[in-house]
T-cell receptor, first 116, second 111 residues
Framework: EPEVTQTPSHQVTQMGQEVILRCVPISNHLYFYWYRQILGQKVEFLVSFYNNEISEKSEIFDDQFSVERPDGSNFTLKIRSTKLEDSAMYFC??????????????FGSGTQLSVL | KQEVTQIPAALSVPEGENLVLNCSFTDSAIYNLQWFRQDPGKGLTSLLLIQSSQREQTSGRLNASLDKSSGRSTLYIAASQPGDSATYLCAVMDTGNQFYFGTGTSLTVIP
């Protein structure tokens, strides 16, 4: 069964450093998302991406964050200058079409980001 | 803003029991509701999706119901097995193309 792949599974970085989290969505999916889960808290929406541009973003997704689809398969989340509070599990997800049209959302296994 | 609550936070049952997990949401204007399973260190697996016009969905031993007007959904698991042990998350989608998640119910099925 096709799946969303995320790399790396764990990333440790120093505060202030830039990190790039990588995702390969399911190949025929058109909508891509990043969510995060801080330990012990709810899964939170960060951003959705379609047709090479951001379609929605939450208030968490400030100027320190950016997303890119550099080629036909990868989808990346960049954090420019990491803070301690960015430590979380980051999930990439994809769907064939708008989830408002009752499409299921498929998640990757996540990247655990630890900022020291 | 949509708030999603799940009760109980944790549940432990002996193998073979039927059980119900609860989810409530504050804004009834939703497009759909999805139940996910989360295993430790792993991603979220979609279990069932209920459209706003539907009352329930079934998949194998799982049955999810939706009462939009009262802002509630339940996930019924029949004949529980140790392999069902995981955290179950409820997520609702309202006007935007994003889900609002609950805090989850951690289920342990004891052999």
């Amino acid at each position: 069964e096709p799946e969303v792949t995320q790399t790396p599974s764990h990333q440790v970085t120093q505060m202030g450093q830039e990190v790039i989290l990588r995702c390969v969505p399911i190949s025929n999916h058109l909508y891509f998302y990043w969510y995060r889960q801080i330990l012990g808290q709810k899964v939170e929406f960060l951003v959705s991406f379609y047709n090479n541009e951001i379609s929605e973003k939450s208030e968490i997704f400030d100027d320190q964050f950016s997303v890119e689809r550099p080629d036909g398969s990868n989808f990346t989340l960049k954090i420019r200058s990491t803070k301690l509070e960015d430590s979380a599990m980051y999930f990439c997800a994809s769907s064939r079409s708008l989830i408002g049209l009752n499409e299921k959302l498929f998640f990757g296994s996540g990247t655990q980001l630890s900022v020291l | 803003k949509q708030e999603v609550t799940q009760i109980p936070a944790a549940l432990s049952v002996p193998e073979g029991e039927n059980l119900v997990l609860n989810c409530s949401f504050t804004d009834s204007a939703i497009y759909n509701l999805q139940w996910f399973r989360q295993d430790p260190g792993k991603g979220l697996t979609s279990l069932l999706l209920i459209q706003s016009s539907q009352r329930e969905q079934t998949s194998g031993r799982l049955n999810a119901s939706l009462d939009k007007s009262s802002g509630r959904s339940t996930l019924y698991i029949a004949a529980s097995q140790p392999g069902d042990s995981a955290t179950y998350l409820c997520a609702v989608m309202d006007t935007g193309n994003q889900f609002y998640f609950g805090t989850g119910t951690s289920l342990t099925v004891i052999p």
